[in-house]
T-cell receptor, first 112, second 115 residues
Framework: ETGVTQSPTHLIKTRGQQVTLRCSSQ?????VSWYQQALGQGPQFIFQ???????GRGNFPPRFSGLQFPNYSSELNVNALELDDSALYLC???????????FGPGTRLTVL | LAKTTQPISMDSYEGQEVNITCSHN???????ITWYQQFPSQGPRFIIQ???TKVTNEVASLFIPADRKSSTLSLPRVSLSDTAVYYC????????????????FGQGTILTVHP
């Protein structure tokens, strides 16, 4: 059984650019959730996708958007990057929206 | 959504048993208690989940008293590699407390294991 994977591992962008982060869910899981973790803080919920539909959203602006594909993998897109977007972005998958979530290793995004 | 309170930090030594207590006075009837472990620059790792009494797996034990207003994560014989942040979450089975499984993380407990 393959766990949650994320790509890339690290990414450096400049302010104003756009970025796409990718996540492959654990085998058998149809739900993917995205989190942002700033240094020294706990992860903050961005949104969740269940069967290709956005299933819930946290307090993040519309320039944070996502997609889920028929194989349940997912993308997180961030437009007009700001310095404060520098963080560890985490993806978690679960059997369904309210089941136990299992996290990937994260993508470290640095915005200069 | 039940709020949790944990110690900010704890220190221990190799080989000792470590108990981290989490308070959740407003836990709802259907809520589960879930613990995650996180190493620097890595994703949180699911440790254990329980509803009442005691749950044990190969990594830890979770003790939940009858009133369920607190819980204790017990790590037997810790090693240096157990140095990490430990998060206690309360909610539905996904520990989200919402219809869509949003996890709400607090600051967690920084456990430092010394040689």
């Amino acid at each position: 059984e393959t766990g949650v994977t994320q790509s890339p591992t690290h990414l450096i962008k400049t302010r104003g650019q756009q970025v796409t982060l990718r996540c492959s869910s654990q085998s058998g899981h149809n739900t993917v959730s995205w989190y942002q973790q700033a240094l020294g803080q706990g992860p903050q919920f961005i949104f969740q996708y269940y069967r290709e539909e956005e299933n819930g959203r946290g307090n993040f602006p519309p320039r944070f958007s996502g997609l889920q594909f028929p194989n349940y993998s997912s993308e997180l897109n961030v437009n007009a990057l700001e310095l404060d977007d520098s963080a560890l972005y985490l993806c978690a998958s679960s059997l369904s929206g309210r089941d136990t979530q299992y996290f990937g290793p994260g993508t470290r995004l640095t915005v200069l | 959504l039940a709020k949790t309170t944990q110690p900010i930090s704890m220190d221990s030594y190799e080989g000792q048993e470590v108990n981290i207590t989490c308070s959740h006075n407003n836990i709802a009837t259907n809520d589960y208690i879930t613990w995650y472990q996180q190493f620097p620059s890595q994703g949180p790792r699911f440790i254990i989940q329980g509803y009442k009494t005691k749950v044990t797996n190969e990594v830890a034990s979770l003790f939940i008293p009858a009133d369920r207003k607190s819980s204790t994560l017990s790590l037997p014989r810790v090693s240096l590699s157990d140095t990490a942040v430990y998060y206690c979450l309360v909610g539905d089975k996904g520990a989200g407390g919402t219809s869509y499984g949003k996890l709400t993380f607090g600051q967690g407990t920084i456990l430092t294991v010394h040689p």
